[in-house]
Structure formats: C-alpha cells, structure tokens
C-alpha cells in the first residue's frame, strides 16, 4: 500500500496523517471492543495517526471503548493524536452546550474515559447561541494554559464566528481555534470551498473533514434500497433514512450510480474514488474514514492510491455528474 501522507493542521506544527479514523455510529452501536481495537490497530499499522471521537457519540461509550483499546494497543502517546468534542454531553441543562462549566467538564470526562492526560484537539462541536463567544474562548484557552488541550477547534461553525473567536483570543492573549471539523464529500462542499475560503491563508485554519462518504451513500449501496446492518438501517438512524429517501437523497443514489462507473473506468471502487476527490483539495488536512470492518476500512485506506489518478479530465466528469440534476438543470 502506498504511504500515509502527513499534512499539517492548518498553519500548526502538527503533522496529521491524510487519512484517519473515526468512531461516530460504530464504536459500541455497531462494533465491539475487539472489532473497534481492530481496525485502530489496522489503521495505525497504514500510517493513520488521528483517532476521532465525541462525548455524544453512543453517550460516552465510545471515548470509553476508545480509551480501553488505546490502554490494550499500548502504543506510545507520543505516536497518535486523540480527539473528543463538547456539545452534547446528557439531558441536564449543564451537560450540554459551550459553558464554560460544560466544556470544562466534557474535556475531564474525556481525558477520563479515553485513559489519556491530554487531548491533542478537543472541538466545539456545533455553535452554542446561548454562551457568549468570549466565555467559550476563555474556557478553551485555559484548558491550552493547563496543558489538558493541545489545540481547540470549531465543528460545522461559520466562518464569521471562527473569525470573532479569533479576534477574541487574540485580544485575550489565549489560544485561537486551530482546526474546523466540517463535512465535505461530493455533496456537500460550500462551507470547505466557498465560506471557509478566506481563512485558511489569514487564520491557518486547518480542516479535519467528516463523512467523506455521505454516512454510506458514496459507496453505492444504498442503489437497491437499505442493506441489512448498514448504518442507514439502524434503530436511530430514522433521521438519517429520511434524508436518504428524500427527493436529495434519491438524486444522490442516482449521482453515486454515475460516479461508480467513473471509478470502475479508473480501475479503482466507489468509496475510494470519493475519498480520493476528498484528498486532492489542498485545504484538507485529514479525511477521517468511518468504518464497520477490516474489508471496508482496507478499501478506504486504498484511496490514497487513486488520488494520482484524478486528472483534470476526471475531476471535469465528476464535477459535470454533481452539479448536473437528471433532467440536465444545474443544481444551483
Ligand atoms: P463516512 O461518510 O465515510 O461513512 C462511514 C460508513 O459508511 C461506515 O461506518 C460504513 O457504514 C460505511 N462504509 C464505509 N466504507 C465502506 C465501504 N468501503 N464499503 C461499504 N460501506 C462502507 O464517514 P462517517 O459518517 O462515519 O464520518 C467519519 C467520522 O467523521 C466519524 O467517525 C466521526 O469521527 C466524524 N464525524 C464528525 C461529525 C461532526 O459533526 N463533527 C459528524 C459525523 C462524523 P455501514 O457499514 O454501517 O453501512
């Protein structure tokens, strides 16, 4: 297999492998400890040095299982970067959001259940209306002075947000967000190409990309309806299912059928055309693969493979297959 490329975290030091792995759906829901321990191990074993993790991922049962595999895997702290999030941490009125209290409380439950003494990113994982952008900044910044976070980030924010949380830790002289977690796969591309554009030369903002499958769609399987234990089948997945099954999602189906032929004339799969159309965009700094086994996970890494494939000429067809609707309309 070709060799990890290492990119670095927007304008940081800290060299991210292109490719890493994530545990949103699977760790707990879908696979176990072992499974789980698995494909790290497998991931890491292909370069991968990022591992992707929230508190609201399966309610805190995937920092635990994560933290129990890193415990089992040994791996010396100074050879992988671990993340968590804080947003959605229980029911109660102070177990969620970007208080201060929460974020302080999301970052010790995470160093707790993921067995480590720092995070190497902890992110906001959405915009919270409801906590003064400063308060938010300040809490970050002093998780940084305390050593507990190396660097803090944004998920899914907008750019003028990213901007003033700059401004503010700037003019507070704590640290500023390094990195976003945005998605961007073939159908979802506005924040990533167009709103976060003007940050990533002013802020060295670094970009740690999520769903570069769309949950499963950019593989093809979900041509002939849902597959038994696909992510799309799952007991509360409803949502997602009717995103699938929505006038979008059918469309999207029917994208991804035209796509795999792309891919089938390049020599190479579905998924890993798209994680490779992911990689060619020189503001990613890391794609963060999702997967429920070894066959799918090998698959994905593969992609690195492709990326040399990607031509002008290809990158033409499938830009003409995405932004085109069937009846031949542009899309926007
Ligand atoms: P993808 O869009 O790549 O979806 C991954 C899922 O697709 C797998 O779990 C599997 O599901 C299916 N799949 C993957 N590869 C293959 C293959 N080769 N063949 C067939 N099926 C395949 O990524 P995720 O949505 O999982 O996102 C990746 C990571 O990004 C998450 O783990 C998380 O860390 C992060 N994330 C962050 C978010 C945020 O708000 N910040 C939101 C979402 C994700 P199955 O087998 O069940 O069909």
Redesign the pocket.
């Given at each position: 297999m070709m060799e990890m490329p290492y990119r670095r975290l927007g304008s940081s030091g800290l060299k991210v492998s292109a490719l890493s792995f994530?545990?949103?759906?699977?760790f707990h829901k879908?696979i176990d400890l072992a499974t789980s321990m698995g494909l790290m191990r497998q991931a890491y074993d292909a370069g991968v040095n990022f591992f992707?993790?929230a508190e609201s991922y399966a309610s805190g049962d995937s920092e635990r299982l994560m933290g129990e595999a890193l415990q089992q895997l040994g791996w010396p702290r100074s050879s992988y970067i671990v993340s968590t999030?804080v947003y959605w941490g229980g029911k109660l009125p102070t177990q969620k959001g970007l208080s201060k209290k929460h974020v302080r409380d999301a970052c010790d439950n995470g160093l707790r259940r993921l067995k480590v003494d720092y995070l190497d990113l902890y992110f906001c994982?959405r915009p919270d209306h409801e906590t003064p952008l400063e308060e938010t900044v300040r809490a970050m910044g002093e998780l940084v002075q305390q050593g507990k976070v190396l660097y803090w980030g944004t998920?899914?924010w907008e750019a003028d947000q990213i901007a003033e949380a700059h401004g503010i830790a700037r003019a507070l002289g704590v640290a500023p967000p390094t990195m976003e977690?945005p998605?961007y796969n073939l159908f979802e591309r506005t924040k990533v190409e167009r709103d976060y554009a003007r940050l990533y030369d002013s802020l060295g903002l670094g970009t740690t990309l999520?769903?570069?499958?769309?949950?499963?769609i950019l593989?093809g399987?979900y041509a002939q309806g849902v597959p038994d234990g696909?992510?799309m089948s799952l007991a509360g997945m409803e949502w997602l299912r009717a995103e699938l099954e929505s006038a979008q999602g059918r469309l999207r189906v029917a994208q991804a059928q035209q796509l795999a032929l792309v891919a089938r004339e390049l020599g190479c799969s579905l998924?890993q055309l798209a994680i490779a159309w992911c990689l060619r965009n020189p503001r990613v700094s890391t794609v963060?693969?999702?997967?429920?086994s070894s066959r799918?996970l090998q698959?994905?890494l593969t992609a690195l493979e492709v990326l040399p494939r990607l031509d002008a000429a290809v990158l033409e067809r499938i830009e003409a297959i995405v932004q085109t609707k069937p009846t031949g309309r542009a899309q926007y």
């Open positions: 994530g545990s949103w759906v699977t879908q992707d993790n999030k994982h998920s899914e977690q998605q999520w769903s570069p499958l769309a949950s499963g593989t399987k696909s992510r998924p963060i693969l999702g997967a429920t799918q698959e994905n």
